[in-house]
């Protein structure tokens, strides 16, 4: 595999179901990302880890529960949603350096269903 | 507050010229960026600008105007496989990317 993976590509959940969607670099880099992307919409960051530790968090609803266990890996768990947060939710990574991260390689995505 | 503007859809012609235009209100600077999506797949990457000026890179080339907060990026000689939404982002004073609502660009034959 090389680029960024995600799993699954599709999903589709009730309300009170729990899922989780994974993530994997195989690029080598050491910050990653989770956006929503909504139609029509620009891309929202949801969470940054940057050498495995969260640094951003765009007040993002708990129901949302990112994981990095470590620097080519990361989940986000979800529990509770609304019909709302349907989305493509695209996960990406870069490499972070001294004075800015380099440029965001992005996963195909995954397109959740919320019913 | 920040903000990217581009056009939502434009139409163009197989094997005509198009340009995408973007402009930014950003709280500081540090590089644009023009990224590729296709229906269901990931973002790809294009281009990147951090100075004034043209860059080319085989069909595509990005203009960027660093005092007017605005670039454009210019596909030629369109082929289909061009159809798809053209993102623009800036990345700000804090090194957080700001990204644009796409531009969905149809290809007729």
């Known amino acids: 595999e090389t680029g960024v993976t995600q799993t699954p590509r599709h999903l589709v959940m009730g309300m009170t179901n729990k899922k989780s969607l994974k993530c994997e670099q195989h690029?080598?880099?050491?910050?990653m990302y989770w956006y929503k992307q909504s139609a029509k919409k620009p891309l929202e960051l949801m969470f940054v880890?940057?050498?495995?530790?969260?640094?951003e968090n765009n007040s993002v609803p708990s129901r949302f529960s990112p994981e990095c266990p470590n620097s080519s890996h990361l989940f986000l768990h979800l529990h509770t949603l609304q019909p709302e947060d349907s989305a493509l939710y695209l996960c990406?990574?870069?490499?972070?350096?001294?004075?800015?991260?380099?440029?965001?390689?992005f996963g195909p995505g995954t397109r959740l269903l919320v019913l | 507050g920040q903000n990217i503007d581009q056009p939502t859809e434009m139409t163009a012609t197989e094997g005509a010229i198009v340009q995408i235009n973007c402009t930014y209100q950003t709280s500081g600077f540090n590089g644009l960026f023009w990224y590729q999506q296709h229906a269901g797949e990931a973002p790809t990457f294009l281009s990147y600008?951090?100075l004034d000026g043209l860059e080319e890179k085989g069909r595509f080339s990005s203009f960027l105007s660093r005092s007017k907060g605005y670039s454009y990026l210019l596909l030629k000689e369109l082929q289909m496989k061009d159809s798809a939404s053209y993102l623009c982002?800036?990345?700000?004073?804090?090194?957080?990317?700001?990204w644009g609502a796409g531009t969905k660009l149809i290809i007729k034959p």
């Open positions: 990406a990574s870069s490499q972070d350096i001294p004075g800015g991260a380099e440029t965001q390689y």
């Open positions: 880890y940057n050498f495995k530790e969260q640094t």
């Open positions: 690029l080598g880099h050491n910050a």
């Open positions: 982002a800036v990345r700000d004073s804090n090194y957080q990317l700001i």
């Open positions: 600008n951090v």
